[in-house]
């Protein structure tokens, strides 16, 4: 064990009764339960006969726990965790933990994974940094080599594992030139260790890999998906990984996106590319993920017929059902880039024939960077109970994604990681929250908001029911303070160009990246409209265009991401837009003013280093929240000339 936070394996547990454990399985995974516990039990030992142990681990042949599902069953004081593989044991000895430190009655429970990929994405470089990174430096490498810091990984996997996470991508799938040589024999070594400890803990490992390798280290003059020499030098690169790790994961790709090369280079789609790498990891059971986001990002902002949030569906559905079977497409969850507010993307009910899983942002690129307080599994959930309303009837993202993967095995959930070196992992303790919410979601979509935060709270602290209380309506009201004094109505953006941290209004508006908000005298908004807009509403089933596209039935929160409206309409709630954005950005900020009050009172009963780390960091969501408020206000002062109703001070 390392000497960094444990997060929420935060206790021992003392219960008499349950110290004594059978456990006739010797694989890596099941010394990793018995690492288990002697770390997180007081008094854990091992006895080699059934009938002595109040723990018991079984393996059992039982079609419906799947491979990684387990059985808990209680008789006569003895706990009884089944399951078909040692995985499926290690996570039924998570949940007994789970329940023990909770001091929760112990009561017999099948459970079975939602979904069966639930997948971190790191974006982490080999020099150490981390693109989009907010807690320190990366936990994998620093100075273009491996940092081997072998017990922050391994802790780091026990927490991804005790939430049920299933496979990590290790560097930035923006990949740089030292990235480019993680496939090759001299990094395989270093690779392996990582491999290996998380292997230990149930989970696979991937590479996000550079499309132009061949040339760019095979010494070859091309790197045509349909080119023999390049097919051949991915077969030995796909050879030789397996070799020094046969349960590697596979690769993550990002091509053709904001600069990275890919296949369009030789005039071939993304279904030759991706089958590329499906072909050359077939053999060895390797598995390819391909990512969706794929846009103009050299866009004239002159140019109002091209719109960004169309891309995605363009590029990729007319291409439903060409992929391998050990493809995957990874779609971010909306259609421009994890905003605070943004619809669900289109490709969910669009695609029927293909591989694919939703892609979260765990890291706080848009929502404070970590430092502001922004619990997500809100805006995950919203996602995941998503009705595409295709077909007419009711179709949640969260079955689609099973239903419409050709090989259910090959869809499912992945997000981009929160974790640096930091002590405590985020940078903000509350924020451990997201990683903890993320993994319990993937596992059990059905679990609410609030269960998941609860859940946290109890085994991450000691707080009195008044205390816990406190901190968890902070955390719910979390994502909607941040949306009311950041960008208005699902508009996005408005942030530093770069940075994505603070206000900037119009950073962006006459920038290339197709991020605009269109503000003049008279309104603000994007006409995404089927009638006379971008048609991005068009790529919707019928119930949804028709919804999307009428006023009458679209959702205030995202109404000017589909419709460019005067200052003077009058949403839903009854205000106008004007008095909508004044009001919204006066009451975040006050929110914040209150979490900082509310904060001030826990002082007794948070560890002090988690009281400070909170306290200062509140100051600085305050501090921002402010200059999105004063900012917003006096720019859509100027623009409209419409004073504030209830007459408050807005700079002019
Ligand atoms: C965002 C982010 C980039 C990242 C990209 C991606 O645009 O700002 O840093 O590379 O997403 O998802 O690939």
Redesign the pocket.
Same mark, same amino acid.
């Given at each position: 064990m390392s000497t960094r936070d444990t997060c929420w394996l935060n206790k021992k547990i003392a219960n008499k009764h349950y110290q004594t454990y059978y456990l006739a399985e010797k694989s890596p995974l099941a010394t990793t339960i018995r690492a288990e516990f002697a770390v997180l039990f007081a008094n854990a030992s091992e006895v080699d006969e059934k009938d002595k142990a109040t723990i018991v681990f079984e393996r059992v042949l039982n079609a419906k726990l799947g491979v990684e599902g387990f059985e808990m069953t209680v008789s006569e004081n003895v706990v009884t965790l089944s399951a078909t593989s040692d995985k499926g044991l290690l996570y039924g000895f998570y949940h007994l933990y789970t329940q023990l430190a909770q001091d929760k009655a112990i009561q017999t429970i099948v459970s079975v994974p939602d979904q069966a990929i639930r997948m971190i994405n790191h974006?982490d470089n080999m020099d150490g940094s981390i693109?989009?990174g907010y807690a320190g430096e990366s936990i994998y490498f620093k100075d273009n080599k491996f940092r081997r810091d072998f017990e922050t990984i391994r802790d780091y996997a026990r927490l991804w594992a005790s939430v049920g996470i299933n496979a990590i991508s290790i560097n930035?799938?923006?990949v740089h030139k030292y990235e480019t040589r993680l496939i090759l024999e001299e990094n395989l070594p270093e690779v392996k260790y990582i491999a290996d400890i998380f292997s230990s803990y149930g989970i696979k490992t991937y590479l996000s890999v550079n499309f132009a390798s061949p040339k760019i280290v095979g010494g070859l003059t091309t790197s045509d998906p349909l080119d023999e020499g390049v097919n051949d030098f991915w077969a030995a690169i796909a050879k030789n990984i397996y070799r020094a790790i046969p349960d590697f994961g596979g690769f993550v790709v @990002?091509a053709d996106?904001?600069g990275e090369p890919g296949p369009f280079t030789y005039g071939r789609g993304h279904d030759d590319g991706a089958n590329m790498f499906a072909r050359a990891l077939a053999p060895f059971g390797g598995h390819v993920i391909w990512?969706c +986001?794929v846009y103009d990002c050299a866009q004239d902002w002159r140019d109002r017929s091209i719109d960004r949030a169309r891309a995605a569906y363009d590029h990729f559905i007319g291409l439903d059902g060409k992929f391998d079977d050990n493809v995957t497409l990874q779609i @971010?969850l909306g259609p421009i880039? +994890?905003q605070t507010r943004e619809p669900v993307t289109p490709l969910f009910g669009g695609l029927k024939k293909t591989n694919h899983i939703i892609e979260f942002q765990i890291t706080q690129?848009y929502t404070g960077h970590q430092k502001h307080i922004y619990y997500l599994a809100p805006v995950w959930k919203e996602a995941l109970d998503f009705d595409t309303k295709v077909n007419e009837k009711e179709n949640l993202v969260k079955n689609l994604l099973k239903e419409n993967s050709v090989i259910s095995e090959r869809s499912g959930i992945a997000a981009?990681g929160s974790v640096g070196m930091d002590k405590n992992w985020t940078h903000h303790k509350l924020m451990q929250s997201n990683l903890f919410a993320y993994g319990r979601l993937c596992w059990s979509n059905q679990l609410t908001s609030k269960e998941i935060a609860e859940e946290w709270l109890a085994l991450s602290f000691d707080l009195s029911q008044e205390a816990a209380e406190k901190v968890l309506a902070i955390l719910l009201t979390s994502r909607e303070t941040y949306e009311f004094y950041t960008a208005p109505l699902g508009i996005g953006f408005m942030v530093k160009p770069h940075l994505?941290y603070g206000p900037d209004i119009d950073g962006y508006e006459y920038d290339r990246w197709g991020t605009y908000h269109f503000a003049d005298r008279n309104g603000i908004g994007v006409n995404r409209t089927s009638i006379d807009g971008t048609g991005y509403a068009g790529q919707y089933a019928k119930q949804r265009e028709a919804e999307y596209n009428d006023l009458a039935t679209c959702p205030d929160n995202l109404v000017l991401f589909f419709h460019h409206l005067p200052y003077t309409h009058v949403l839903h709630s009854g205000k106008t837009l004007i008095q909508h954005i004044y009001d919204t950005h006066f009451e975040g900020v006050a929110r914040v003013e209150n979490y900082i009050a509310t904060w001030d009172v826990l002082s007794e009963e948070m560890p002090a280093a988690d009281f400070e780390n909170v306290k200062t960091l509140l100051q600085e969501q305050h501090r921002v929240a402010k200059d999105w408020r004063d900012q917003v206000n006096t720019y859509f002062l100027r623009k409209s000339g419409i004073a504030d109703e209830k007459g408050r001070h807005i700079y002019a």
């Open positions: 974006w693109e989009r930035n799938v923006n @990002k996106s904001e990512r +986001f @971010k880039d +994890f690129e981009v994505h």
